[in-house]
């Protein structure tokens, strides 16, 4: 808030979508000072004592407002965390402004907070068709070694459609079992909703019988629009597909292993030709 010289009645007003929880605490300063409540403000919180649909308000003492000189700065610092009422690709809007004097007001400014969603399916390839499996293990995380995976509760279940999950709160309900497993069912779908744009990293830690593990985690990008992109390349997906294999396993292209095979079949080739040259020096 810029204040201005014989300010009077500011109330500071606030009004959150239901997918905005309150943190129900403000601090309120004033250049290097720390306001204080009641002399200087009140904390009003959303109820019967608001009549106009507000979050909070913070009403300012007249005597305060004696204080105040031309461009003041008053700054007012709180937060929100987004609850259960979160939608996949759904902007939520936070609007404040100043009531003062008689009844003005200043024009409402808006904050959007956005969420995103991140779909997965797990597949196997079975006569050209994709084949959803069942019992992969996934989890989801920022560290690209798949460590520290995120925490989750599951939302609902389907066999068909594929479970949801939510990212997990700081302060969830009592008995709230959080996750950091995902198992995928029958339907080999399953999708992750309440995720910020960033980068993520989706690991396979377990693979289902049978099949081949990946052998890394799989890069998946967020942007601010909730576009996806996976990889290093950073193909643009609506949904982020992971195949498994079945077959003997063996180590990633390049590596140890496959030049281990490669030096292998060169003494093999060679060893061939010592013993069709030797043949033809005995006849």
């Known amino acids: 808030i810029t204040a201005q010289p014989g300010a009077q009645k500011y109330v500071l007003h606030d009004k959150m979508d239901a997918g905005l929880t309150f943190g129900g605490t403000v601090t309120v300063t004033k250049g290097d000072t720390t306001l204080t409540t009641p002399n200087d403000y009140s904390l009003i919180p959303g109820g019967n004592t608001i009549t106009d649909d507000c979050t909070f308000e913070i009403a300012f003492t007249q005597e305060f407002c004696k204080t105040l000189a031309e461009n003041d700065q008053i700054i007012v610092t709180y937060f929100a965390t987004l609850n259960d009422d979160v939608e996949s690709k759904k902007e939520y809007k936070n609007e404040t402004w100043l009531e003062y004097g008689d009844s003005n007001k200043t024009n409402h400014d808006t904050t959007t907070t956005k969420t995103f969603e991140l779909p997965v399916f ?24 798949g460590t520290n995976p995120i925490e ?57 019988v049978g099949y081949n593990k990946l052998s890394a985690s799989i890069k998946v990008v967020i942007d601010g629009d909730g576009n996806i992109t996976i990889g290093t390349d950073s193909t643009a997906a609506t949904v982020v597909e992971v195949e498994n294999n079945t077959g003997s396993i063996l180590l990633s292209t390049g590596g140890s292993g496959t030049t281990l095979i490669y030096i292998l079949g060169a003494v093999l080739v060679l060893g061939s030709s010592v013993v069709l040259i030797t043949k033809k020096r005995m006849r």
């Open 122 to 145: 797990k597949y196997t390839m079975k006569n050209s068709t994709k084949t959803a499996l069942a019992d992969a293990i996934f989890t989801l995380s920022k560290n690209a070694n």
């Open 152 to 208: 989750l509760v599951s939302v609902s279940e389907n066999d068909t459609t594929g479970d949801i999950y939510r990212v997990a709160k700081e302060n969830e309900a009592t008995g709230t079992t959080k996750i950091t497993e995902i198992t995928t069912t029958t339907s080999g779908r399953f999708t992750i909703k309440g995720l910020d744009a960033d980068t993520y990293y989706l690991t396979e830690t377990q693979q289902p």
